[in-house]
């Protein structure tokens, strides 16, 4: 192996920076948050103790913390199943041509870009217009479809892309039917990338504030409930809820990516050569 | 792009039978595409459609009512406060994209062309994707130890002895705003970048440097134009996330900055809903301008 050139020192030094930019402030309030019971918002620490996490089981002077979680993890199953379901759908739609299809494409694309406090305001009114009452789950479910779809479909466009048509062919001209190419061909060799878009799917619900924010009517979902706590709460309560989130969204990550690494092995075990084209 | 449709017409050998199979398959198309149809027109062209009509209505203290007039435009542009405020918008987002550009760039070739194993590859890109998983508002509430006048950072620099008073310009000052944007969205501008990088045939390189390039010859003449598509990809997000953004400001100036967001934000809270909308309207028209002239250098469709 050639020996590295000086770049490489210097751009490997700049990475980790960069990790460290990262990685730093959350491990801050991680810290933090196991201050003693006397301890405030900064350093030095003040005694360790797990004081602000059992404060957080108690009864909150603001909202309901686990409510509100109860809500945002509802929200982002639902967000979560509805984005692969649209997302596939929509994905097989555009790999033909259809009437129309230049301009969803580009209403998908305008749907990610558009700032998230205009589609907030937007379903507020026509609900409040329409004499509807704002909920998350209709109003905020909605709104943060618009955010989430875009980008499953853009996924799909990149798995599609990359697939093979000679599957399907094959699976047809074995007199498999459309529903049963589908079923028994595209679906198992996207099935990886599907985990993917779920799991956008569920953390960009489960953090969306703006889109939230004014069509999630009287029930907090707990992005909103953070908002609120930061505005009026001065104890390290809020890093002790900080830090268990992350390690929450930390999870569902780990979550996922084994549900990927058993399919694979599942799959190589198997020895069947679907979805090796993909990955 | 060799669709269903017409390998289905060479297999059927009748033409009628040929026909109906054409007319279905678009129909399935069409079915396919109307939830993803629904869900935009539902939650997103009525909702815009909505605020563009609510821009021209009145409002009093207490509640809003139809109109058809100019009073919130004409307000808008005739008040100092909204030019300063988009000026100061189109600063942060000019400085979060340049900043988040060199950093977004750095961190990819790194991991593009310095990271020999694929494995090392995905595994040092997923380190960099954990923090975008948690919650937007707990990231920035992690910078206020951090930067605050007896926070880790000034701190550190009295007793290094590089200052003998705490900074106060770490908090609640531009610095802050822009430094939390760099935080939360450098990331975007990583992932497209690496995406173009990873496509580079790497014999393209091999065959500059055979010719004789210095490695900063190749780095302008070769990777840089073959990285534009990601690179404007990861401009457009940047660029709009910054400029449609209000907590961030919010947040990390500590009430003491404007943005765009900020005075739509400002505006709903005290209920003023068609000055609001006529502020949303004229923002909307900047985003989609500023994406016009960016979408001139590359026709993102092809590069998926």
């Not at chain 1, 924010?213 to 029930?219: D, E, F, I, V």
């Not at chain 2, 279905?24 to 459609?49: D, E, H, K, N, Y």
Request: net charge positive.
């Amino acid at each position: 192996m050639e020996p590295r050139p000086r770049s490489f020192y210097i751009l490997g030094a700049f990475f980790v920076v960069f990790l460290l930019f990262l990685y730093g402030p959350i491990m801050t309030i991680g810290i933090l948050s196991f201050q003693g019971p006397q301890g405030g918002l900064t350093f030095p620490m003040n005694g360790v103790s797990l004081h602000w996490f059992r404060d957080l089981h108690q009864e909150q002077a603001v909202g309901d913390i686990w409510g509100s979680f109860g809500r945002s993890f509802t929200l982002g199953l639902m967000v979560m199943v509805t984005t692969v379901v649209v997302s596939v759908l929509a994905g097989m739609a555009f790999r033909k041509r259809f009437a129309g299809s230049g301009v969803l494409f580009y209403l998908t694309i305008a749907s990610l870009v558009i700032p998230s406090i205009l589609v907030s305001l937007g379903v507020g009114l026509i609900f409040n217009q329409l004499g509807l009452k704002v909920h998350w789950s209709t109003s905020g479910f909605g709104s943060q479809l618009t955010w989430t779809l875009p980008f499953g479909l853009l996924i799909m466009f990149a798995v599609f892309n990359r697939f093979d048509k000679s599957y399907e062919e094959a699976a047809r001209d074995q007199g498999a039917s459309a529903w049963q190419t589908f079923a028994h061909v595209v679906l198992p060799m996207i099935a990886p990338s599907l985990i993917g878009v779920a799991l956008f799917g569920f953390t960009l619900s489960y953090d969306e504030f703006a889109r939230t924010l004014l069509t999630a009517g009287s029930y907090n979902t707990l992005p909103l409930e953070i908002y609120g706590m930061t505005t009026n709460v001065t104890t390290p309560v809020i890093f002790a809820l900080g830090t268990l989130t992350t390690l929450f969204s930390l999870g569902i990550i780990a979550v996922f990516f084994l549900t990927v690494w058993v399919i694979q092995k599942r799959r190589s075990k198997q020895a069947s050569d679907a979805g090796s084209g993909l990955v | 792009m060799t669709d269903l449709a017409s390998s289905d017409r060479s297999t059927t050998s009748t033409a009628p039978r040929a026909r109906t199979s054409g007319l279905s398959t678009r129909m399935i198309g069409w079915l396919q595409a109307a939830p993803l149809a629904i869900v935009l027109a539902c939650f997103l062209v009525l909702p815009i459609g909505m605020i563009a009509i609510v821009s021209f209505w009145g409002a009093t203290e207490f509640s809003i009512y139809p109109a058809f007039q100019f009073d919130n435009y004409r307000f808008l542009f005739s008040s100092p406060v909204t030019y300063s405020v988009f000026l100061n918008t189109f600063k942060y987002a000019a400085i979060t994209w340049a900043c988040s550009l060199l950093i977004g760039f750095a961190v990819a070739y790194f991991l593009a062309f310095h990271i020999r194993s694929l494995h090392w590859q995905i595994g040092l890109f997923l380190l960099c994707t954990i923090p975008f998983w948690t919650s937007n508002i707990i990231r920035m509430i992690s910078w206020i130890p951090f930067l605050g006048r007896n926070g880790i950072a000034n701190s550190a620099l009295i007793s290094w002895g590089v200052i003998d008073e705490p900074l106060d310009w770490l908090l609640f000052s531009d610095f802050s705003v822009i430094l939390a944007f760099v935080h939360l969205y450098t990331l975007f501008m990583v992932v497209p970048i690496f995406n173009s990088m990873m496509r580079i045939d790497r014999s393209l390189l091999e065959a500059a440097r055979d010719n004789g390039a210095s490695g900063w010859q190749t780095l302008w003449n070769v990777i840089i134009p073959l990285c534009k598509p990601g690179i404007m990809i990861g401009t457009i997000f940047v660029v709009t996330l910054v400029m449609g953004d209000f907590i961030t400001v919010r947040f990390m100036s500590g009430s003491q900055k404007a943005n765009v967001g900020r005075l739509i934000s400002n505006d709903i809270s005290l209920l003023q809903y068609p000055s609001a909308s006529a502020t949303a309207i004229i923002l909307l028209c900047t985003v989609l301008i500023v994406i016009a002239i960016l979408l001139r250098f590359v026709d993102i469709r092809k590069e998926l």
